[in-house]
């Protein structure tokens, strides 16, 4: 495979994945996390940015190789475009979800929350190929989901993280994930035919 054919199919998770380690080399976590207070100052940018800083580079690390295991799983379920649009609505509507409905959590990091929100749009679209891999896997998710919410994190999963899991994220991004399928299959069904999209 060329180098610009790799590029070009790799590119959202490349881009995604150079924000994130600039971010993290120039030490930027505390001015761009979302946190609660400066949120509540203006600082509404960092409902965004706080998905692309993280603890350290363990953390880091694991997020890049589940953003890259995501992407080899499902990228020819959606254009870059449909996947980028969905990048920035679970990145949003994730730290938006802790905003509104998880006030006792005054900070957050990762892209851990959005991840739910890609491998949820992405076991929903294998519907189409095949239901019962889309069942299993998205019983899966709501398996790891509700484990981590009423029990607490799997074994091992905050060591060397440098801080704690935030379930809520998690639950918020998967839920956003499921809605941006079913409202852009809505969308698609009142639209004339053009392919792809």
Known sequence: MKLSNFLHRWRLPLVIAGLAIAAQALGLASSLRYQRDLVQHGQWWRLLTGNFVHLGWMHLLRDLAGLFLIWV????????LSWAILV?????????????LNPSIAWYVGLSGMLFGLFAAGAALEWTSSRWRSLALLAGMALLLVYTVFIGPLPGEESGLGG???????????????AYILCRGGWLRWRPARGPC
């Open 88 to 100: 920035l609505l679970a990145s949003l509507g994730v730290c938006l979800g802790i905003y509104l």
């Open 73 to 80: 799983l499902f990228r020819r379920s959606m254009s870059d």
């Open 164 to 178: 704690r899991v935030v379930p809520q994220a998690h639950v918020y991004g998967a839920c956003l994930g499921l």
